[in-house]
């Protein structure tokens, strides 16, 4: 899978200069780069059907390396002060400080709001060192289910989580889409975990 752009909305204090965060940014990128369709392919290849795509079983393939290979802990809930059971995220990485958070989207353009208010809060309260959330843009969006959240709907808030006092930590948005497109590959199951795509 290929990554097209990576927006910085928050980026404050020291750790963008730590030797953890270069780790964690290379790790992602890896674990991103690292999804491919069809199996035994060596890019992410997509039938273009439209809306005839899911999209759980892409980020599957892309949890497995994160866990697997580099020891991201997947599903797990994080500690906001002031805000009862925030819900889990896809995974964290524990730092020498606090944990760092990843998400991947696969729901509508509200649950990417949802990933990167939690994110925020999590910054503002300092319980978290910071996060990532991956979602495709609108070159692979018409393949995939139906009204999934991608970068280009969500490009005119950014400027509402830039402007937040945060004191220390990052957020960034990982815009992704397909090496290429073939008629002849299989559809990506919907509804179901489906294969990991690693």
């Given at each position: 899978?290929?990554?097209?752009?990576?927006?910085?909305?928050i980026?404050?204090?020291?750790?963008?200069?730590?030797?953890?965060?270069?780790?964690i940014r290379?790790?992602?990128?890896?674990?991103?780069?690292?999804?491919?369709?069809?199996?035994?392919?060596d890019?992410?290849?997509?039938?273009?059907v439209?809306k005839g795509n899911g999209?759980k079983?892409?980020?599957?393939?892309?949890m497995i390396?994160?866990?697997?290979k580099?020891?991201?802990e997947?599903?797990k809930?994080?500690f906001?002060?002031?805000?009862?059971?925030?819900?889990n995220v896809d995974?964290?990485?524990?730092?020498?400080?606090?944990?760092?958070?990843?998400?991947?989207?696969?729901g509508?353009?509200?649950?990417?709001?949802?990933?990167l208010?939690?994110?925020?809060?999590?910054l503002?309260?300092?319980?978290?060192s910071?996060?990532?959330?991956?979602?495709?843009?609108?070159?692979?969006y018409?393949y995939?289910t139906?009204?999934?959240?991608?970068?280009?709907?969500?490009?005119?808030?950014?400027?509402?989580?830039?402007?937040?006092p945060?004191?220390?930590g990052?957020?960034?948005?990982?815009?992704?889409?397909h090496d290429?497109?073939?008629?002849?590959?299989?559809?990506?199951?919907?509804g179901?975990d489906?294969?990991?795509?690693v």
């Open positions: 899978m290929k990554i097209v752009h990576e927006e910085i909305l980026s404050a204090g020291e750790f963008e200069a730590t030797e953890e965060w270069l780790d290379t790790e992602i990128r890896e674990a991103v780069s690292s999804v491919v369709w069809p199996e035994g392919s890019k992410f290849i997509i039938n273009p439209r999209v079983p892409i980020k599957n393939g892309c390396v994160l866990r697997d580099f020891g991201w997947a599903e809930s994080i906001i002060r002031d805000v009862k059971r925030p819900g995974a964290i990485r524990l730092t020498s400080t606090k944990p760092f958070v990843f998400e991947w989207e696969t509508n353009i509200s649950s990417s709001h949802r990933a208010n939690k994110i925020a809060l999590g503002l309260r300092e319980t978290i910071g996060g990532v959330l991956v979602l495709p843009t609108r070159n692979i018409p995939l139906d009204r999934i959240g991608n970068y280009e709907e969500l490009q005119p808030y950014f400027q509402t989580w830039k402007s937040m945060i004191k220390q990052i957020m960034i948005i990982i815009a992704v889409e290429d497109i073939d008629t002849s590959v299989p559809l990506i199951q919907k179901t489906g294969r990991a795509l």
